[in-house]
């Protein structure tokens, strides 16, 4: 399969507890984006990388989450201190960067907060 | 705040009939357009791009780009129970800008 993979599928924690979560790209795009989706929404934009670098982050992203993407290849999605609010579909999304940007998703990590 | 209108629906069609979904957006300076297939509990699909005005088809489906209305539709031809599904609105602005996603309209295409 070589599209995009996320882990885990699903994550429940209790308030307060920090979770990871872990993007695999489409092996030749430079480029990961990170969304968060809640019922009867569209995707909302976090944060994105071109290789390595950080590019942009959403006023959506608070200082409890931090994403990474160290050699520019997986990305990773910690959330800490987490809060009710938090409980949500993150979804990953990669591309080759180019003009027309077409995005495609992996199958998300949906999270519950208890 | 660049926005993403879509009727929330739900669109109901009955099987066979054209399926017309709808998009404005407010950044006039967008310069891609997409349109994604969400079933419930999955993902977003890619299923039509378009960039430049006019019409789009690939397969049952067209994509339809009015930059001056700052509108973009998508048809669905011979719509089927598996067309069922809510169907997201995605524009790109300028340079490294995100995707900016409407809430989705729900069809449901009845058999």
């Known amino acids: 399969d070589t599209g995009v993979s996320q882990d885990p599928r699903h994550k429940i924690t209790k308030r307060g507890q920090n979770v990871t979560f872990r993007c695999d790209p489409i092996?030749?795009?430079?480029?990961l984006y990170w969304y968060r989706q809640t019922l009867g929404q569209g995707p909302e934009f976090l944060t994105y990388?071109?290789?390595?670098?950080?590019?942009?982050k959403s006023r959506l992203l608070s200082d409890r989450f931090s994403a990474e993407r160290p050699k520019g290849s997986f990305s990773t999605l910690e959330i800490q201190r987490t809060e009710q609010g938090d409980s949500a579909m993150y979804l990953c999304?990669?591309?080759?960067?180019?003009?027309?940007?077409?995005?495609?998703f992996g199958p998300g990590t949906r999270l519950t907060v208890l | 705040q660049k926005e993403v209108e879509q009727n929330s629906g739900p669109l109901s069609v009955p099987e066979g009939a054209i399926a017309s979904l709808n998009c404005t957006y407010s950044?006039?300076?967008?310069?891609?357009f997409f349109w994604y297939r969400q079933y419930s509990g999955k993902s977003p699909e890619l299923i039509m791009s378009?960039?430049?005005?006019g019409d789009k088809e690939d397969g049952r489906f067209t994509a339809q780009l009015n930059k001056a209305s700052q509108y973009v539709s998508l048809l669905i031809r011979d719509s089927q129970p598996s067309d069922s599904a809510t169907y997201l609105c995605?524009?790109?602005?300028?340079?490294?800008?995100?995707?900016?996603f409407g809430k989705g309209t729900r069809l449901s295409v009845i058999a």
């Open positions: 999304a990669s591309t080759q960067a180019s003009a027309y940007n077409e995005q495609f």
């Open positions: 092996s030749e795009h430079n480029r």
């Open positions: 990388f071109q290789n390595e670098a950080q590019l942009e």
């Open positions: 950044d006039r300076v967008s310069q891609s």
């Open positions: 378009i960039y430049s005005n």
């Open positions: 995605a524009v790109k602005g300028l340079g490294n800008t995100p995707l900016v």
